[in-house]
């Protein structure tokens, strides 16, 4: 059972925190697949990152508006790459951990059977707001989703699934732009998962001061305020486990001490236990319990 963690990236094709994910998933490198998508292969200069760029067959023209194909590239690819991934994260180059090793495979294990996506009915006014043409839609459909989360296999092939089932609907939907922040949410309702998702966000980000009208605030440096944002929101959010966006200027150090230092006392009480495993052990030990009493019946009424 594994993660993958797919990255869209795009402008300078760099991972503003290559540093920090290469040792925090060093740390849990057995259950990691990673997967890059991005614009121009030969804009990736980082030797590592490259690595794990997907084929050119597989990329698809893309903007910040329309960048639907890079999500249902990045999942049909991980799918058939990796049966064994059973959570897809979905990052973007200014994505950070901000959490633990140990918290991660903690909860990975928990939750390995959930997706967990943050969603509402839409926040905003579709009918002068445009975006993913919420306004063509039934009532009940008119969701947002935020557009960086964990969806578990099931939801995945669920969402490759309507892509093909449902084109029209599809297409009204990215049609409208910004089709990420709403069209997951959509397509769970659809198949009636929409309830059973973990309704928590996995990225947080800083809305309070926005950077522009869509983006939010940009972590450049260390501070009071953002060790504060930071702080509170690491003890207000379980499932929070990565943060967005950093700038290559905020320091590694800080976000080092975060994910590895700030919540250890509390990490080391953490009993990592592999559920799945369990409840895989268990069906087998069951399946072979059973032969086992019929054979013993049969021996009894046979002699």
């Keep these: ?4 963690l797919c990255f869209i990236i795009s402008y300078n094709h760099v991972l503003n925190k290559e540093a920090v994910w290469r040792k925090w998933i060093e740390s849990n490198k057995d259950m ?3 997967y890059v998508y991005y614009k121009d292969i030969n804009k990736i200069k980082s ?3 490259k690595k794990y760029a997907i ?18 590239s990045l999942m049909n690819y991980a799918l058939l790459h990796d049966k064994q991934n059973q959570w897809f994260c979905f990052l973007t180059d200014s994505c950070c951990p901000i959490v633990s090793p140990k918290r991660f495979r903690y909860s990975f294990y928990k939750y390995y059977n959930k997706s967990i996506i943050s969603w509402n009915p839409a926040w905003w006014n579709i009918t002068v707001h445009k975006r993913a043409n919420l306004a063509l839609l039934p009532e009940k459909c008119r969701l947002g989703n935020d557009p960086y989360f964990i969806m578990k296999r099931e939801n995945v092939v669920q969402c490759l699934h309507f892509i093909q089932k449902e084109p029209k609907i599809t297409h009204l939907i990215c049609d409208g732009g910004l089709a990420n922040e709403s069209l997951f949410a959509i ?10 998702v973990l309704r928590f966000p ?10 522009t009208a869509t983006s939010p ?40 001490k975060y994910i590895y230092e700030y919540s250890l006392e509390r990490d080391n009480k953490l009993m990592v236990v592999n559920w799945f495993l369990i409840k895989k052990m268990y069906t087998v030990l069951s399946y072979f ?15």
């Design 55 to 72: 084929p050119e067959k597989n990329i698809y023209n893309t903007s910040y508006y329309h960048i639907i194909p890079a999500y249902m």
């Design 47 to 49: 030797a590592w990152l």
């Design 202 to 211: 996995t990225h947080v980000a800083d809305w309070s001061r926005m950077v």
């Design 217 to 256: 605030y940009l972590f450049c440096e260390s501070s009071k305020e953002n060790a504060a944002f930071i702080e509170e929101s690491l003890a207000k959010h379980e499932y929070m486990f990565f943060i967005r966006k950093m700038s290559p200027e905020f320091p590694d150090s800080e976000l080092n």
């Design 1 to 4: 059972m594994k993660v993958a």
């Design 32 to 34: 990691f697949n990673i």
């Design 289 to 303: 319990s059973i032969i086992a009493f019929f054979c013993v019946i049969n021996i009894y009424i046979f002699y």
């Design 187 to 196: 397509i769970l309702y659809n198949y009636k998962e929409l309830s059973s």
